[in-house]
């Protein structure tokens, strides 16, 4: 016997069972018909009932869980189970080492250096998987429509959960095939407020997301998507960033310690960065002489440690406080400046 029979209500129900006294027989020395089919249901609901719960568990993940897939016209012809199936003529293996690595690799850890050995999916052959992850999705969940919530049976389960699995190895090999992507553009948004390995983590999740919602009928390469949608996320992970800078920080002590770390402007061409010294030194020079002398000295543009704003108030004569607004001030007027000339849509350009 299970453990679980020998619990609660089955072994109570068992044990009044065998403690009550045998009937009295009939004139024919048995039970009577009907008090022995009652009986044998009894003892048979008994036995059954926990043989019922693994089943109905599965049951209820199946019809809980959300399939999501981007419908298509194609799914409805009479070829489509052939058309997601039958792999393109040039298909080589999925997720194969290239044999040399990229020069883009270089300085990175192993794993993310690894990621440049992945061979990259040609256009044909992202067209399939994304259309065989989709129809599997769209079997399934046509398939579980026509089911009755509380009666599936186990084989119809199982056949369902199959396709589901298979669609989730689709996309595995979808993500891991472009993971690589990710880390060419986080590389370009590494700030203060995000280090590269937390930009590389939350540019998979987009990743992700991008995999799912990708329309692969359009006949564009997913390459393009995924990169607006990343670039998109860094964006409001950067804006995130100042907003909390600006909200919280009033005497940044750690200001003054924190390593004064060059930006990395690989991605930048020399002529974008004089590009935007020169705007930035027609912005400053639209300030007041006084806020333009803390800008300069909070940021170290000057060649020096940035100062904090008990340093730049002992040294002008005011408090601490009063510098923080006048830097306010002058930050939203750098800001009104660059809005003016679009100047987040022209470095967005540039990426």
């Given at each position: 016997m299970s453990a679980t029979l020998w619990s609660g209500g089955p072994v109570i129900a068992l044990v009044k069972r065998v403690s009550k006294p045998a009937r009295r027989p009939t004139s024919n020395g048995k039970l009577n018909g009907r008090s022995m089919a009652k009986s044998s249901r009894r003892t048979v609901n008994t036995f059954a009932s926990p043989r019922k719960s693994p089943l109905q568990d599965r049951r209820l993940r199946l019809f809980d869980r959300e399939i999501d897939y981007i419908p298509c016209r194609e799914f409805l012809r009479?070829?489509?189970e052939r058309l997601a199936t039958d792999p393109p003529a040039e298909a080589g293996v999925p997720l194969k080492l290239a044999e040399s690595t990229?020069?883009?690799a270089?300085?990175?850890t192993p794993y993310l250096a690894s990621l440049y050995q992945t061979r990259l999916l040609t256009?044909?052959?992202?067209q399939f998987y994304f259309r065989r992850m989709n129809w599997l999705k769209f079997r399934a969940a046509t398939?579980?429509?026509?089911?009755?919530?509380?009666?599936?049976?186990?084989r119809q389960i199982e056949r369902i959960e199959g396709w589901l699995t298979e669609a989730d190895t689709v996309q595995s090999i979808i993500i891991t095939s472009n993971l690589r992507l990710v880390v060419s553009i986080a590389k370009k948004f590494?700030?203060?407020?995000?280090?590269?390995d937390e930009l590389v983590s939350e540019g998979n999740l987009a990743l992700m997301r991008a995999v799912e919602k990708f329309n692969f009928a359009l006949g564009n390469r997913f390459?393009?998507?995924a990169t607006y949608a990343i670039q998109r996320h860094f964006f409001r992970l950067s804006h995130k960033g100042r907003q909390l800078r600006q909200r919280?920080?009033?005497?940044?002590d750690s200001f003054k310690g924190r390593a004064a770390a060059e930006p990395n402007t690989d991605y930048c061409s020399a002529e974008q960065i004089a590009i935007l010294k020169e705007l930035f030194a027609k912005f400053l020079g639209e300030l007041e002489p006084r806020e333009q002398q803390i800008v300069v000295a909070r940021y170290g543009f000057d060649g020096q440690p940035p100062r904090t704003f008990r340093e730049l108030g002992a040294s002008m004569g005011v408090c601490k406080e009063r510098i923080r607004q006048i830097q306010t001030r002058a930050i939203d007027k750098l800001r009104e400046m660059a809005a003016e000339v679009r100047l987040e849509q022209t470095v967005g350009d540039w990426l």
């Open positions: 009479g070829d489509a990229s020069p883009a270089a300085g990175l256009k044909q052959e992202e398939a579980r429509g026509c089911l009755d919530r509380g009666r599936a049976t186990l590494v700030d203060a407020t995000y280090s590269f390459s393009t998507y919280f920080v009033s005497d940044d």
